[in-house]
């Protein structure tokens, strides 16, 4: 309560505020919300980025870990394939912290960009089976470990969340329910955030108390946001998800665009 208190009302409503919308947007599409956190922290509470993607990333878990219970209690996580697409996620992560160094981040940013505009385009044109999960054999396996290592290679690389890979992947690549997907996704992204969280407080590079109020903040409109994402049609929810790619493709672009510059 003392660090509470030290804060002042005003930081602390801000960061309610950030939880809050976060949590909803997480519930509504599959993801860890932190495309939403870091850019709100570094505009609205000062952080820096750094300090905002660790912060981001410690509240996460808690976010994805009610947005998981929110879709199972619905049956609509598949839990086979979520381990093996974090099975490639915990490959793929540190593989792309280590290419970060090797590579140009512009390209790259550029890349994803392009790879956005593709999944937009073809959200308009398939639409999810609301009763289809995802098809498994030996081969399709493999493939969601494929998914899962390119996911953890990008986000190590450019720090985009999970679900704003597998969630389209699962969808376009495997025919799974647009539910199934964002449920599946939620739970993937749990034990790679929980390392990169742990990493991040061993170097100081986490808000606590932000993360925490954050965190807290989520749990009331993450399971609100599901609910929506199953009250609508799917068609809409691919509309509402192309939308919130648009959005993230131009903060990507921009960054981009910028770092070109420099």
Known sequence: MNALRARGSR??????????????????????????????????AAFS??????????????TAAVGVVSYAAHGQVDWLAAVLLAAGGV????????LLHRLSETKLRWFFVGFLAVVVVTLFFVIPDR?????????????????????????????VGGGIIV?????????????????TALLMMIPTTIAGAWRNTRNRNVDLVAAAVVAAATVITTPLGALVAAAV???????????????????MAIRAFRAGRR
């Open 49 to 62: 980025q750094k300090l905002a993607s660790g912060t981001s990333g410690a509240s996460i878990i808690v």
């Open 131 to 159: 009763d289809a999960g995802v098809p498994m054999n030996l081969w399709l396996g493999a493939a969601l470990v494929g998914v899962g290592l390119v996911t953890g290679v990008l986000s190590g690389m450019i720090g």
């Open 91 to 98: 490959v793929g992560a540190p593989l792309g912290a280590h």
């Open 233 to 251: 049609d799917p068609f809409v929810a691919n509309m509402l998800f192309a939308a919130f790619l648009v959005v993230i493709g131009t903060q």
């Open 11 to 44: 930081v602390i409503i801000t960061f309610i505020a950030i939880g809050l919308v976060s949590g909803f947007m997480s519930g509504l599409f599959g993801v860890g919300g932190g495309t939403v956190i870091v850019p709100m922290l570094v505009t609205a």
């Open 167 to 183: 969630v389209p992947a699962l969808i376009l690549l495997f025919g799974a329910s647009d539910l199934v997907a964002k449920g």
